[in-house]
């Protein structure tokens, strides 16, 4: 089901500001990744090949601090293990690496699981788009024994960089007790505490909604857990800017085969997260995202199977609850370029500082958007916002009495709110002074809140006339208005990066 992006945002924040009712415990954590210039950290990533896992692997291929030892596959992940282990080591190749151990898990999860949409795999299987070179099959072995293995061989504890289902680190730590002690953190990309899943229900983020029993497993295992869970991959949306960076700034192979899967699948257009590239940074770069000790369990059974949660008696791992956008986009595109070439980030972060009215233009804008924030999330407070987290992502659901008219009053008046909202954001823009240099981006900005606020009476309309399971579906009806306001705002951001300015000038 397609959500509204600006509404999906919104719910996000309605439901952080409810974050950890129950009295649990939480804390910042300073964060502690690898310093530029120390000794490479012993690294096998475990994964399953989609467009976002073989950017992040590509990443780690070209990054300096990193000394790859393997890469295991999950069987339960999105690819098939043949196609695959085929695959991935085709990426190697890619990625400059040396011979390299590649082996595929099992295909059964370790308790009652689910499965990926067959299409998924297909796509997964194929990564359209992508030339890959001819190599040699390695040999045939398990990915759980590999696994253990390579920790064990390891002169220090290894860092394990998990993008998929967790089924193979799950099977490691039954199959090899000292496996625990062989590795010194694990980071994986998975989970949704404070806002929305992505897996059907809305409970549960994908990766943890296959396989919750082995994420079960491996929270128990003792071993140091940093989880980049959607709480932070929502805030590094795949942008069709950081695209055109791309398009310009592909020097190593890797980068160009980054750049043939976005050319071809667009992601950017299909609403997709720098879901496991985020993670891979941040076992790099820790103060990428703000971290915070939680104590944290998982669901493994019910309607709410694969949903983590704070939980008193859980396990304290710590988790990424935000995310420095800017400088994140900036080090994936440099990292995938082996960070070699500097015009990479001077396209992002600009050279220089910035003239004064040109930091004086963005800084309004930005000023702007962030009391359209703070508007948006006041909005979302309303008694009758409620009514939204009971129904989910449910396109069917039962109305109580009286619930209809929740929503109803809920939508007019979040939507009357929003737009003017929007029209003071407009009237900020259209009272700016504009550098020339961005004189572009900003009128498509203006262009995009024009349209944007013109279907104000029409969507009233439709919130009047329509009724039960109708109304409710309204809620997640795509807005090519919006779109194209999201779209605009990325490139005006996009501009602010070019001139060394880092002040969020799009709603948050």
């Not at 990766?207 to 029993?213: E, G, L, R, V």
Request: proline share 6%; hydrophobic share 45%; net charge negative.
């Amino acid at each position: 089901m397609h959500r509204s992006p600006l509404m999906t945002v919104l719910v996000a924040a309605m439901l952080v500001t409810s974050a950890c009712g129950d009295g649990t415990s939480v804390g910042l954590v300073e964060p502690s990744g690898n310093a530029s210039g120390s000794a490479p950290i012993s690294v096998v990533v475990d994964y399953s090949p989609t467009i976002s896992d073989v950017a992040a692997l590509l990443y780690l291929t070209q990054h300096p601090e990193v000394e790859l030892l393997g890469v295991t596959l999950a069987g339960t992940g999105e690819s098939h293990c043949d196609t695959g282990v085929s695959n991935t080591t085709a990426l190697l190749a890619i990625g400059g690496m040396g011979p390299l151990p590649v082996a595929c898990g099992p295909e059964q999860p370790v308790g009652p699981g689910h499965e990926w949409p067959p299409a998924w795999r297909v796509a997964s299987d194929q990564l359209v788009g992508l030339s890959l070179p001819a190599t040699d099959t390695p040999r045939s072995e398990d990915a759980v024994d590999l696994l253990a293995r390579l920790a064990a061989e390891a002169p220090e504890p290894i860092t394990i960089v998990a993008l998929g289902p967790l089924t193979n680190l799950a099977l490691a730590l039954k199959r090899h007790p000292q496996f625990a002690d062989d590795v010194s953190m694990i980071y994986t990309m998975g989970g949704a505490f404070d806002v929305d899943g992505n897996a059907p229900g809305g409970h549960a983020e994908w990766n943890y909604y296959i396989d919750p029993t082995s994420v079960d497993v491996v929270l128990r295992s003792g071993i140091a857990i940093t989880m980049v869970p959607l709480d932070a991959t929502d805030r590094v949306p795949m942008t069709e800017a950081w695209f055109r960076s791309l398009s310009e700034h592909h020097t190593t192979a890797a980068a160009g085969a980054v750049l043939e899967l976005h050319t071809e699948a667009r992601p950017f257009e299909l609403g997709f997260f720098f879901w496991d590239e985020l993670a891979a940074a941040v076992a790099i770069d820790e103060s990428l995202v703000t971290l915070m000790e939680r104590s944290v369990s998982i669901d493994t059974g019910g309607e709410s199977s694969g949903r983590t949660r704070d939980d008193p008696n859980g396990a304290d791992v710590r988790v990424a609850v935000n995310a420095d956008r800017s400088r994140f986009e900036t080090a994936l595109l440099t990292g995938l370029n082996a960070g070699a070439v500097s015009s990479a980030a001077q396209f992002l972060t600009g050279n220089g500082e910035p003239d004064a009215a040109t930091l004086a233009y963005f800084e309004s804008v930005a000023e702007s958007a962030g009391q359209m924030s703070a508007g948006l999330e006041l909005l979302f407070m309303m008694p009758e916002a409620a009514v939204l987290v009971e129904i989910g992502d449910d396109p069917d659901p039962v109305l109580g009495p009286g619930q209809e008219e929740m929503i109803r009053v809920f939508m007019r008046a979040f939507w009357s709110g929003a737009t003017d909202l929007m029209q003071d954001h407009h009237d900020v823009l259209a009272s700016a002074e504009v550098p020339e240099k961005v004189a572009d981006a900003h009128d498509d900005m203006l262009s995009a809140t024009d349209a944007l606020i013109a279907t104000r009476d029409e969507r009233l309309f439709m919130i009047d006339d329509l009724a039960g399971e109708e109304l409710v579906g309204f809620l997640w009806t795509p807005n090519p208005e919006l779109d194209e306001f999201e779209r605009a705002c990325s490139t005006l951001q996009a501009a602010a990066h070019a001139s060394s300015v880092t002040a969020r000038v799009c709603p948050d």
